[in-house]
T-cell receptor, first 115, second 114 residues
């Protein structure tokens, strides 16, 4: 089956420093998967941060970027300069375009941005 | 306001009891889902409905049964809860059924089984 592995556990970064949360995926589908980053801010529900449905493309939102790399089967999330407001839990997810939607999520990465 | 609404936010019960969770979406979407988030924060799909029809049914114990009265509502009933059912249950919706669709999530229902 499909699986997603991302940077595990808690990540602490100082404000204005750069961030990378790793995400790699595995799929048994003949189709290239669609890739997503979801985020849960404190006190809020899970929401889409960005998505890329075409291999080789880059998605961006709120200063975050992720590039769909089919050679390395990766979709790492990056930001050049994080803010305290970026503190949240981030989930990488995969969707198979050839079947009914059932997103497969990574285990989540809790980001804490400190002053 | 258009969104996905879940009730209750939190429920505490004892082993063997029956519980029901409600979900309503006002986004006009055709597809709705139930996901379970366990104590390790892992999110896994349980069920998916499209226009009241069950389209995804993952390996879930038979004590779990989804119920859809129309495409805007998807409830979840658990007969005779077990300790391992303690989790956060997330309802979501999307426009279509394909894997490229964005999911819109509710705030979740946290179940504690004593």
């Amino acid at each position: 089956g499909d699986s997603v592995t991302q940077t595990e556990g808690q990540v602490t970064v100082s404000e204005s420093k750069s961030l990378i949360i790793n995400c790699t995926y595995s799929t048994t589908s003949i189709a290239y998967p669609n890739l997503f980053w979801y985020v849960r801010y404190p006190g809020e529900g899970l929401q889409l941060l960005l998505k890329v449905i075409t291999a080789g493309q880059k998605g961006s939102s709120r200063g975050f970027e992720a590039t769909y790399n089919k050679e390395t089967t990766s979709f790492h999330l990056q930001k050049a300069s994080v803010q305290e407001s970026d503190s949240a839990v981030y989930y990488c997810a995969l969707g198979d375009p050839s079947s009914f939607s059932k997103l497969v999520f990574g285990q989540g990465t809790s980001l804490s941005v400190v002053p | 306001e258009t969104a996905v609404f879940q009730t209750p936010n939190y429920h505490v019960t004892q082993v063997g009891n029956e519980v029901s969770f409600n979900c309503k979406q006002t986004l006009g979407h055709d597809t709705m889902y139930w996901y379970k988030q366990d104590s390790k924060k892992l999110l896994k799909i349980m069920f998916s409905y499209n226009n009241k029809q069950l389209i995804v049914n993952e390996t879930v114990p038979r004590r779990f049964s989804p119920q859809s009265s129309d495409k805007a509502h998807l409830n979840l009933r658990i007969k005779s809860v077990e300790p391992e059912d303690s989790a956060v249950y997330l309802c979501a919706s999307s426009i279509g059924t394909g894997g490229q669709n964005t999911l819109y999530f509710g705030a979740g229902t946290r179940l504690s089984v004593l």
